[in-house]
């Protein structure tokens, strides 16, 4: 079973950052591709960004575009998520999951079950 534990959120002020932290237990994290979702109450679990298994290829949402960045360290079997320039939009509970596909083919797909997630505020 692929068990990944996302980490990192908090409150933050706008504008401020947070880094999120997917790790990855009883399998290669870097096998598979990984994608970032959020969710807020009553709406839809929405893609956010993704990262490719072999790292060449990633996707941003167009609402994080050019705000996030997503990476791998594979040595910690983990994958990240930096998110600056953050708005009260921003707020949500955080997931990652190993994605259906190696590469990020939209809509993102995760495979397995989802994890308890990461909630990230953004309020002043």
């Known amino acids: 079973q692929l068990q990944l534990v996302e980490s990192g959120g908090g409150l933050v002020q706008p504008g401020g950052s947070l880094r999120l932290s997917c790790a990855a237990s009883?399998?290669?994290?870097?096998?598979?591709?990984i994608g970032w979702f959020r969710q807020t109450p009553g709406k839809e679990r929405e893609g956010v960004s993704c990262?490719?298994?072999?790292?060449?290829?990633?996707y941003y949402a167009d609402s994080v575009k050019g705000r996030f960045t997503i990476s791998r360290d594979n040595a910690k079997n983990t994958v990240y998520l930096q998110m600056n320039s953050l708005k009260p939009e921003d707020t949500a509970v955080y997931y990652c999951?190993?994605?259906?596909?190696?590469?990020?083919?939209?809509?993102?797909?995760?495979?397995?079950?989802w994890g308890q997630g990461t909630q990230v505020t953004v309020s002043s």
């Open positions: 990262i490719s298994s072999s790292t060449t290829g990633t």
């Open positions: 009883g399998f290669t994290l870097e096998d598979y591709a």
């Open positions: 999951a190993a994605l259906i596909f190696k590469l990020c083919i939209l809509p993102l797909r995760g495979r397995g079950s």
